[in-house]
């Protein structure tokens, strides 16, 4: 057994309260151990056992890494000319998503993997150690089923959304295609899922829809999660809460009735700005979520169509200036939090026995991630005691 | 001679109008001749002329090399605090800088030095490939040409602003210091330096004074240029033009006799956005300036206080999110923009006898500087013809 020391921290996030204060359980000067791929020591520097090797963090914060607990990575062709137009004034809608669907049927497997290891590599880059990856843009049985194996190459934290938008070929019979999502093409994704999605919005599902492809995806052994309140009121939050999903995401706009549930309840709100950011549109108030006790997460939403970005230290920025959560809070969000949305107690968190997922910032504080914004502060990127 | 063909671009920025359609000037499926660091030719590929050495840009867009016309870059120490603390509900003063001129005051040359190293190095990353560096932070006669020699050792491009503000030691006899300024500080000053500025706003310098920097500036040979109208409307950006100073930098606050000074005047309005970002403030009206016919230019601010990033990417996303510009407008201005805030026409530019100072991105569109947030997609920077 090779015991690793991380030394020279400036600041280590553990996410563990019992380890130090703050919501972060920050350690100042403080040292790592690393063993089978697990954190076997988190502590001051001063107090470190003795190691087989030693590395330096140079003096930058250390933190866990990133979970992304939302992404898009299975698709072909770009929208940069939507994006462009949005920017000019054209309002966004559910539509455009059809363009990538073709798009993403037409293409061979070697291209969607490709694209999917471009963008989880940049995702790594930028300090994401666990990444959920959705399908949706397959929209038929065997697209649905071949981007949830390409997915699973890459993560286990993959997420069957057939029911993402009604593809053009079923508007005129909607419950056929919700007839399909939760017969043949779940059973066609459901040995590559882990979790089964819907968008709960308007122009995608409407509630009975959402309720029917979840209970399907949980009668096949799926966990719950859903896109909700996006872009407008609705049912999603409520769902959420009553189907006992893990997270529901975007939650844009919420009642008082919805933070309510969602206070009381086990699911996490997910927050994307980059959504918002690249369609114009209000961010989410997390610190409403915040005061009233809701679990919050921060994720990219990466997409070619809303939120092309893979930067979660961006998002964290945004989660910022533009919603009202500390430095601390969008760094918990975007660890802890994540960790939380996909039922995960083994990452967002450096406590012994954790995986030892971690990130080396070339800062010395957490907090350069929001003070810094677009600097690529991340330094160095472990997964499973290793780095990559 | 050799001679370099850059090839496979998907798109060339040349932001020359006779050489391809749009504001910049885009030539599709293009390639760039380079000899002794000047380009030689820029044209379709098809037409390209022979060459002794020949590159790929792999199919990546290739634009001008960034012109950032506005940091900050000598100082010491950081100001982590401030920014939680106005992330928190407190409003940004211009107090905070008075932090920064102690620690800078304090660190030793080669703190300074390193600190302008680390900084460029993260510009140069991010596509800048011509700089502006400030003083600001030291305020005695020692110290302020103590940081323009050191800038003076990375660029060519150094601004004197001993008018950045009142040091508290003088702050019972402001026009003590304004002829300090003026007077001894200008005199060593000067040999390292190119350019005056002055921060003329609330808590700063009032418009007399102001002018006073200014002129004495001119009279030792700087050319003017200014800070006005970043927290509240006043006189800077009359002043600018009434001096013909080349950029007046941050323009927030706008009357509409400003913009129409600006607009009949061959003065820059250098927008600053990270520095709105960085205080939560609202941000200038690009789209005001430009529907107006005001030459605009984007820079980082990079600033210890209210604006530490070194992304021109970052600041170009946010002129398409927040501030009205396309995307071509905002790759514009920080390119053809901030080389017109330096009056300089050999950059900025890609065309016979310009530098050979550009970018090579990682994607097929210079829109997807805004399409993609946050993504680091500047994948090679060459300047004077040379990879850096």
Redesign the interface.
């Known amino acids: 057994m090779t015991s690793l020391l991380v030394a020279d921290i400036a600041v280590l996030v553990t996410n563990d309260p019992a380890a130090g204060p703050g919501l972060l359980g920050e350690i100042r000067g403080a040292a790592l151990v690393v063993e089978h791929g697990r954190v076997a020591w988190a502590g001051p520097a001063i107090a470190a056992p003795a190691c087989d090797v030693r590395v330096s963090a140079s003096g930058g914060a250390v933190l866990p890494g990133f979970v992304d607990s939302h992404t898009h990575l299975v698709f072909a062709g770009?929208r940069?000319a939507d994006?462009?137009g949005r920017?000019?004034g054209r309002p966004y809608s559910p539509d455009g998503i059809s363009s990538t669907v073709a798009a993403t049927r037409a293409a061979p497997d070697e291209v969607l993997t490709a694209n999917v290891a471009r963008l989880l590599g940049?995702l790594r880059?930028?300090g994401a150690t666990t990444v959920e990856v959705k399908s949706g843009y397959g929209l038929t049985v065997a697209d649905e089923a071949r981007a949830l194996a390409i997915a699973r190459q890459f993560t286990d934290e993959t997420t069957f959304l057939g029911a993402h938008v009604v593809p053009a070929e079923y508007a005129a019979d909607r419950g056929a295609y919700v007839d399909l999502v939760t017969g043949p093409m779940l059973a066609a994704a459901a040995p590559h899922a882990k979790w089964i999605d819907v968008f709960c919005d308007r122009g995608a599902f409407d509630e009975s829809e959402a309720r029917a492809v979840c209970r399907a995806g949980m009668a096949a052994g799926l966990g719950p999660r859903l896109h909700g309140n996006q872009l407008g009121p609705g049912p999603g939050v409520r769902l959420a809460v009553e189907l006992g999903a893990a997270s529901v995401d975007h939650c844009t706009h919420l009642a008082d009735a919805d933070i309510e549930a969602l206070a009381g309840s086990a699911t996490v709100a997910t927050l994307l700005p980059?959504a918002e950011?690249?369609t114009?549109s209000p961010y989410p108030d997390a610190r409403r979520l915040l005061d009233a006790g809701v679990a919050v997460a921060l994720a990219t939403d990466c997409n070619p169509g809303t939120s092309?970005?893979?930067?979660i230290?961006?998002?964290i920025?945004l989660a910022?200036?533009e919603m009202g959560m500390?430095?601390a809070e969008a760094v918990h969000a975007a660890t802890a939090g994540g960790a939380r949305a996909l039922r995960r107690d083994d990452i967002g968190v450096l406590r012994p026995g954790s995986r030892a997922d971690f990130v080396v910032l070339a800062a010395p504080?957490p907090?350069?991630l929001?003070?810094?914004?677009?600097?690529?502060l991340v330094a160095g990127v472990w997964k499973d005691g290793r780095p990559i």
Chains 1, 2 share one sequence.
């Open positions: 770009d940069l994006f462009t920017m000019s940049e880059a930028g980059g950011f690249s114009r092309y970005t893979t930067s230290p961006l998002c920025a910022v200036r500390s430095p504080d907090g350069y929001a003070y810094r914004p677009g600097v690529p």
